[in-house]
């Protein structure tokens, strides 16, 4: 088997990281491939990058209308059997293609998708791999429709766009897809659902890079709102799908209990108890990808190093020092979500160290907050 694949990059104002995406593409040991790259109407120097790649590419230029707009029109030009859609701050590693290849079966998989690694903006690896929990595999149709997008979507179940690959046969039947409330998180809509469409298949291992730096937009302000739309937008797509398959169900009727939901209740539960214009260490493995400014209060990454998250520490002990350095410089608080409940786990003496040193003003199974 050796289907053409196509891999789409969508870009808007990332230049600076434009040329490690279309590189990662071009160098893919697998070569019956195109790379088109969609541009929504950047103002910086994505154009000179653009042109410094030539003929190797294909470059299409329109105005800015988000990511569900750069898919549409990529998908609409493509030839692929297979699509790839990559962020452009993201990159792939050269055998990422060769392998989701290997795992397609005709119309039998409608995904394959694989680990990504956590870089920063320099491109060095942060933490643990995207996720950092189980990649959904199978037949996930009877799940989707028993639950809803919560179970079989988003995190922590698949890696974010870069991170999988799509059959033609599943994206004909549901593009174009809609693009007012998708401009941004519109992979979110493919992961609802790839599983009406055939099997999902899993890669365990880091197949491409996701690059953490200070425009993710993964629970900004405002953001996590927008999500609820889009979650509500998928509901009502996967219930359209369904009933041309035959099968009817109310969208209102599946659970509102998606990852998002609980971060946002989580979130609700800072915001309530970490006074307004303090500060707060959060172990969080940056998976909250938050703004500094959280609604008025300063979040500080764990570990931190010069204002960025530097990966888990090596050690109790190396835990205990950076909480005992940030209670120096003024922090008030420690916010540990229940993603990252595991640390108190694996670092004994750091969770004894928390439990007898600072009391915990909340504890449930979203989020525990020491006051400092």
């Given at each position: 088997m050796n289907p053409l694949v196509s891999i789409i990059i969508n870009?808007?104002?990332?230049?600076?990281?434009?040329?490690?995406?279309?590189?990662?593409?071009?160098?893919?040991?697998?070569?019956?491939?195109?790379?088109?790259?969609?541009?929504?109407?950047?103002?910086?120097?994505?154009?000179?990058?653009?042109?410094?790649?030539?003929?190797?590419?294909?470059?299409?230029?329109?105005?800015?209308k988000g990511q569900a707009s750069c898919f549409n029109v990529g998908f609409q030009i493509c030839e692929g059997d297979i699509i790839i859609f990559l962020d452009a701050d993201d990159y792939?590693?050269?055998?990422?293609?060769?392998?989701?290849?290997?795992?397609?079966?005709?119309?039998?998989?409608?995904?394959?998708?694989?680990?990504?690694?956590?870089?920063?903006?320099?491109?060095?690896?942060i933490g643990k791999s995207l996720p950092d929990s189980n990649l959904a595999e199978g037949d996930l149709k009877p799940q989707l429709i028993q639950f809803g997008p919560s179970q079989c979507g988003g995190p922590p179940n698949s890696p974010p766009t870069s991170g999988n690959a799509w059959s033609r046969h599943f994206l004909e039947n549901i593009f174009p897809m809609p693009e007012k409330v998708f401009r941004g998180g519109a992979d979110g809509y493919l992961f609802a659902l790839a599983p009406l469409f055939g099997e999902?298949?899993?890669?365990?291992?880091?197949?491409?890079?996701?690059?953490?730096?200070?425009?993710?937009?993964?629970?900004?302000?405002?953001?996590?709102?927008?999500?609820?739309?889009?979650?509500?937008?998928?509901?009502?797509?996967?219930?359209?799908?369904?009933?041309?398959?035959?099968?009817n169900i109310d969208p209102?009727?599946?659970?509102?209990?998606?990852?998002?939901?609980?971060?946002?209740?989580?979130?609700?539960l800072v915001k309530e108890k970490v006074d307004k214009g303090s500060s707060f260490i959060l172990i969080d493995d940056s998976h909250w990808v938050t703004e500094k400014d959280f609604f008025g209060r300063t979040r500080i990454p764990f570990m931190e190093r010069?204002?960025?998250?530097?990966?888990?520490?090596?050690?109790?002990?190396e835990a205990i020092n950076e909480i005992e350095k940030q209670k120096r410089l003024g922090a008030g608080y420690i916010v540990l979500p229940w993603s990252c409940y595991w640390y108190l786990d694996q670092f004994k003496e750091f969770e004894g160290y928390l439990r007898t040193h600072f009391p915990v003003i909340v504890q449930n199974e979203l989020v525990k907050i020491y006051a400092l």
């Open positions: 870009n808007y104002n990332y230049g600076r990281f434009l040329g490690d995406a279309i590189d990662s593409a071009l160098q893919q040991t697998y070569q019956n491939k195109e790379v088109i790259v969609v541009d929504d109407g950047s103002k910086d120097h994505s154009m000179d990058i653009l042109a410094s790649f030539g003929n190797q590419i294909f470059a299409l230029l329109k105005t800015n792939l590693r050269e055998n990422t293609v060769e392998k989701a290849v290997e795992l397609f079966e005709g119309n039998k998989v409608a995904k394959v998708h694989w680990r990504l690694s956590r870089v920063n903006e320099d491109g060095k690896v999902i298949k899993k890669i365990n291992e880091p197949l491409g890079f996701y690059r953490v730096h200070g425009r993710n937009n993964t629970v900004k302000s405002g953001y996590i709102h927008n999500y609820f739309d889009r979650f509500e937008e998928c509901c009502n797509g996967l219930s359209h799908h369904l009933a041309r398959q035959g099968v209102k009727s599946w659970p509102r209990d998606h990852w998002y939901h609980k971060v946002n209740a989580a979130m609700n010069h204002g960025y998250y530097a990966g888990p520490p090596e050690s109790d002990s």
